[in-house]
């Protein structure tokens, strides 16, 4: 039995790694971790029995300890929860599907007890990759990428050496609002930019998709996974999702991987790493397809993208500064608190005006990510939305 433990049990990726749980049998969850869902989470407990569990919410946490008491499991809360949570003794492998930066210091804890992490939770990447990368050697401990872009790269470079990699051509679908204006950009509702076109995912990524600032975010976690320069991966909109990614090499060959947008082909492929199973599930009909097309990304109206190619190249703490901004303005536009072309203005005047710092420690990230949402809330004077809840939770909003 392969064990694995689970941050963010009741969000999309984490719902689709239990159904991969539930094809092949030879699993056993250890651990599991959500922020409130309690009802769901207590469901999953009774069919999986892991031997502990966090909710992030104190309060939501003591009321499913009275609803499991019947059950020989540890309820936990908060970070101490999540940390206890990631390094459950028996788990060889933690899934992070986590929303957001809350993942770095679970990430690191399980690490450094040894567990392999089955990485979705790229924003943990984005700000930390020259702490984790560096750890994972250390440990001899593995990074496996979930993200679908990012698994199809580890799976056209098996059995390749690094040194014959020229580029890494990243795909995306360029979103639902593909060949848009900035004028037209301007008018977005949240309702539209929920919508994507191929994928259904959390509302968070969702949103980050429809700025590509999600592309972004894949950029920078694509030079610290496969340890090349922000300038060897380039951006390639194939809006069809057909190609999930593309690794051209020294001699011209490119290899691509290419499938049905289906989250369980990558969560499966890390979890049983290099072992192919079997997936049911739809398969490619290329003549079905007829054509798969390609254009360049356009940066002057999806600005996202080119600051993270700027916040990427100078490093530091800047890629913390970009991401931060961007989770704490989707968390606001999710709430209605703001305007859709607001969350990349956030965090254009944020890069601006920090001061980097090189080679942050834990401390320094997470101390970069405060002065970001606090630089934002002195410029912007938003008004909380009535009732309204927090979507997306950060350092900043949950201390
Ligand atoms: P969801 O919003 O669907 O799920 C997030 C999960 O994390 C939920 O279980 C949520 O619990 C839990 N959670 C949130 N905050 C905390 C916290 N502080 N402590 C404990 N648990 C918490 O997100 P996704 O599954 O879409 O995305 C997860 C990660 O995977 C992101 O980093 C995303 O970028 C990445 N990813 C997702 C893809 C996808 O297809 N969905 C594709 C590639 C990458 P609750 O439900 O109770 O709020
Ligand atoms: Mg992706």
Not at 184 to 200: F, I, T
Not at 218 to 235: G, I, P, T, Y
Request: with cysteine; net charge negative.
């Amino acid at each position: 039995m392969k064990k694995i433990g689970i941050l963010g049990s009741t969000g999309s990726i984490g719902t689709q790694t239990l159904q991969v749980v539930d094809q092949q049998k030879d699993i056993q969850v250890t651990a599991l971790a959500a922020g409130s869902n309690i009802r769901l989470l207590e469901e999953q407990i009774r069919r999986y029995h892991p031997s502990v569990v966090c909710v992030w919410d104190e309060a939501k946490a003591r009321d499913l300890k009275t609803r499991v008491a019947d059950l020989s499991v540890r309820v936990t809360w908060g970070m101490e929860g999540l940390i206890e949570t990631a390094t459950e003794p028996r788990s060889e492998i933690l899934v992070t599907a986590v929303v957001g930066m809350i993942g770095i210091r679970p990430t690191i804890a399980a690490m450094e007890a040894g567990k392999d992490i089955a990485l979705a939770n790229k924003e943990t990447l984005v700000t930390a990759g020259h702490l984790i990368m560096p750890l994972a050697r250390k440990q001899g401990v593995r990074i496996l990428p979930v993200d679908s872009e990012h698994s199809a790269i580890f799976q056209c470079l098996n059995g390749e050496p690094r040194r014959g990699v020229s580029r890494i051509l990243l795909t995306a679908s360029g979103g639902p609002f593909r060949g848009w204006t900035r004028k037209q950009l301007a008018g977005v509702r949240l309702e539209d930019a929920l919508k994507h076109p191929n994928w259904s995912m959390g509302r968070k990524i969702t949103i980050d998709s429809s700025t590509m600032v999600n592309k972004g975010l894949e950029v920078m976690e694509a030079r610290w996974l496969f340890q090349v320069s922000m300038d060897q991966v380039q951006v390639v909109v194939q809006p069809q999702s057909v190609i999930h990614s593309m690794v051209e090499f020294a001699d011209g060959a490119v290899m691509a991987q290419l499938g049905t947008p289906d989250m369980k082909l990558p969560i499966q492929y890390a979890l049983y790493y290099p072992e192919r199973r079997v997936l049911s599930g739809e398969r490619l009909d290329f003549a079905k397809l007829g054509s798969i097309t390609f254009e360049n990304p356009d940066m002057e109206v999806f600005r996202g993208l080119k600051l993270a190619y700027d916040a990427g190249r100078r490093g530091g703490s800047l890629p913390t500064v970009y991401n931060a901004a961007n989770e704490y303005g989707v968390g606001r536009f999710l709430n209605r608190e703001i305007s859709y072309l607001t969350i990349v203005e956030m965090i254009e005047a944020a890069m601006e005006q920090h001061q980097v710092t090189e080679n942050p420690s834990v401390e320094q990230i997470l101390e970069a990510e405060r002065e970001t949402c606090e630089f934002i809330e002195s410029r912007w004077q938003i008004a909380e939305h009535s009732g309204g809840s927090t979507s997306v939770r950060t350092h900043c909003t949950d201390s």
